[in-house]
């Protein structure tokens, strides 16, 4: 038998209700009830934060330096965009592969064993293909990038001054956000569950909240960057803000953080992409997009102001909710799938899966 | 003179460094002595857009120096070859030039190359973020007739959404105390614009009212994948400066345009051919103005 006790955390459960100071005792790779065994290792975690570990709604996984990210990041489940790389070593990783929703202007073949179905980092081409999405789903959640390639034309960062000062081409709110208001129509008549992707507008959470009132089956989730910096990380064209969807004005991003903590926002996604070297061997407009971001994710969006127990809920109990899977807890007799969080340094210190530390 | 390791663009340049350059192009246009400072020195330019003047501009300067000129032509775009940007100025650069010449049709290019290479980088234009020299050349124009730019009002009107060229001018108009108006079709002068420090609007009547230069921006056509305007003959009636309206200018009143005009669009031919045109001045004094914007690179 093996038993490690960690002690003097803050634990955070928000499945099972929980905030509060206490040890945690794993014992053969499950949690177990405190004192039920004689500890065999000690660890001490005073001042740090213990959780379930984290799902990630969204990621493209290339190579198995993500894999590693992920790791060292606190999760233990990824949705792995359809775009991604098969065939990495899990790692003690749950990896889970979202189904193309469509493919150009068909539908995607529905793989029953995919989580969800995703449209990924495009829209999907018509509204006439996305009510048969919905159809052709049955309850399985879509999930939907909502962007009307009409008003994104050469597009790669957000509009604003500092698009304008780079003589870069700014993607106005109002392409996200008049597709979202056409894509909750649709939903609103076709029925069926949808999931809006890294939203960033202020517009658009307003929309999310009103179907949300009026009962529709929709949910939706933000990435840490889109709830952090704001379109003038793109001074200087640098490359942290070559991302898609764009970085958006200080009022959106605020209202996007808004809609994070009070649970107009279900989840946060980190859409973390790895440009390989030659996508970025191109000035910003050339270049590919994409972050790392799977590494940092959680201590970002506390860094973006996010309180401790909704930035676990966000990575938790949110996601499980999106894609109707039970959510991880922290209690006696689950798998001990957690990670400890150091809020001082602002890092994941490390993550444990089924009982072994990674 | 001044030093710049490179020159990549007018935004943050102060007053005293773009004079230094007026100054210093002066005494290349009055014909001072110079010992051909650039000899046995390597210019490479390296141009992935069509350019006539900027190019046989930046090649008159480089020799009127004594520098060696090596001309570097994309046809069509190196990356749908497979060649990188980096890959392409890397290679130019272990050609051993001091400085590259790039015109690209990305904006940031030039900053780009200038991160990846161990020479200079001077940008002859990058998309549509900026394209110093032209500034440089535009305001070194007025400021020969002008020496100061206090209570002068400068109206840029045009393509400005598709322009690096009204950066370029803004930064360096505004950084020598003029006042600078902007006009033109709303789908090409964006409201945003009063964010950096210009006048906005749409009505070019209005707008010339007591301005001392027009500088006219080309219509882009090639630029323009959407409809922006209805037509171009809507666009001269409402934008074009007319024979009509250059009369009702103030008499010391100039008019300037970067090139190549569209002659009968944004510009009547007769205002091109016109007294008040500094036009082929303007082309005349890029030679000077590059001339020290080269010895100034280091």
């Not at chain 1, 996305?130 to 008003?151: F, G, P």
């Not at chain 1, 960062?157 to 996200?176: C, D, I, Q």
């Not at chain 2, 990188?84 to 590259?100: E, M, S, Y």
């Not at chain 2, 940031?108 to 440089?136: K, M, T, W, Y």
Request: proline residues 5%; contains cysteine.
């Amino acid at each position: 038998m093996t038993a490690l006790l960690l002690e003097g955390a803050r634990v955070i459960d928000p499945a099972g209700g929980e905030d509060g100071q206490r040890d945690v005792l794993i014992v053969d790779g499950r949690l177990a009830a405190p004192k039920s065994a004689t500890p065999t290792e000690r660890r001490d975690v005073s001042g740090c934060w213990v959780f379930p570990a984290l799902t990630d709604l969204r990621c493209v996984l290339r190579v198995q330096d993500d894999v590693a990210d992920a790791l060292a990041g606190g999760f233990a489940r990824l949705i792995a965009d359809p775009s991604s790389a098969r065939g990495l070593k899990a790692d003690g990783l749950e990896l889970r592969f979202a189904a193309e929703v469509t493919r150009g202007t068909e539908l995607g073949e529905r793989a029953l064993e995919a989580p969800c179905l995703s449209s990924g980092f495009a829209p999907i081409a018509t509204n006439g293909l996305l009510r048969r999405a919905l159809q052709h789903a049955e309850r399985k959640v879509v999930m939907l990038h909502a962007e009307d390639v009409t008003l994104t034309a050469g597009a790669v960062v957000g509009e604003g001054t500092t698009a304008l000062r780079l003589g870069l081409t700014g993607a106005p709110p109002e392409s996200e956000v008049a597709a979202v208001a056409a894509a909750l129509a649709v939903l609103e008549g076709t029925g069926g569950r949808l999931h809006f992707s890294h939203l960033t507008c202020r517009g658009s959470v307003e929309r999310i909240a009103q179907a949300k009132r009026q009962g529709l089956s929709v949910t939706a989730d933000a990435t840490p960057h889109h709830l952090r910096d704001d379109d003038a990380k793109a001074e200087g064209y640098g490359l942290e803000a070559r991302v898609w969807p764009p970085l958006r004005s200080r009022a959106d991003v605020e209202a996007v953080k808004k809609a994070a903590i009070d649970g107009t926002l279900d989840a946060v996604a980190t859409d973390h992409k790895r440009p390989s070297i030659l996508e970025r061997e191109h000035p910003f407009e050339m270049a590919a997009f994409g972050k790392l971001s799977l590494r940092t994710a959680f201590a970002d969006v506390v860094a973006a102001g996010v309180p401790a127990a909704r930035a676990v809920a966000l990575f938790t109990v949110g996601p499980a909710a999106v894609l109707g899977l039970t959510p991880p807890s922290l209690g006696a007799g689950q798998g001990a799938d957690l990670a400890v969080f150091d809020p001082q340094a602002n890092r994941m210190r490390y993550t444990i899966l089924q009982g072994a530390s990674r | 003179m001044p030093v710049f390791r490179h020159l990549l663009s007018l935004e943050g340049m102060g007053r005293p460094q773009i004079e230094a350059f007026f100054t210093r192009a002066a005494e290349f246009e009055a014909g001072g002595p110079h010992k051909a400072p650039l000899a046995g020195r390597l210019v490479a330019n390296l141009f992935f857009e069509p350019s006539t003047r900027t190019r046989s501009s930046f090649e008159a300067a480089a020799k009127a120096l004594g520098a060696d000129v090596l001309n570097w032509t994309v046809a069509g775009s190196s990356a749908s070859k497979g060649e990188t940007l980096l890959d392409t100025v890397r290679n130019i650069a272990a050609l051993g030039p001091f400085a590259i010449i790039i015109r690209h049709q990305a904006s940031g290019a030039a900053a780009f190359a200038a991160a990846n290479v161990p020479c200079s980088v001077i940008n002859a234009g990058d998309g549509r973020h900026e394209h110093p020299s032209q500034g440089l050349l535009d305001t070194y124009t007025l400021w020969r007739r002008w020496k100061t730019f206090q209570n002068r009002r400068v109206l840029v009107v045009g393509d400005v959404l598709h322009s690096r060229v009204v950066r370029s001018n803004l930064h360096a108009l505004k950084a020598l105390g003029a006042q600078v108006a902007l006009c033109g079709p709303r789908s090409l002068v964006h409201d945003g614009w009063a964010a950096l420090g210009a006048q906005v609007d749409t009505d070019l009547d209005r707008s010339l009212e007591g301005v001392d230069a027009v500088m006219v921006l080309r219509v882009q056509r090639e630029r323009m994948a959407d409809a922006f305007f209805a037509s171009e003959r809507e666009y001269h009636q409402r934008w074009g400066l007319s024979a009509e309206r250059a009369a009702r200018l103030k008499p010391d009143a100039v008019v300037m345009h970067p090139g190549p005009v569209n002659r009968g669009v944004e510009i009547a031919p007769e205002v091109a051919d016109g007294p008040r045109s500094l036009i082929l001045e303007q082309v005349r004094n890029g030679v000077f103005v590059r001339m020290a914007i080269l010895e100034s690179v280091k």
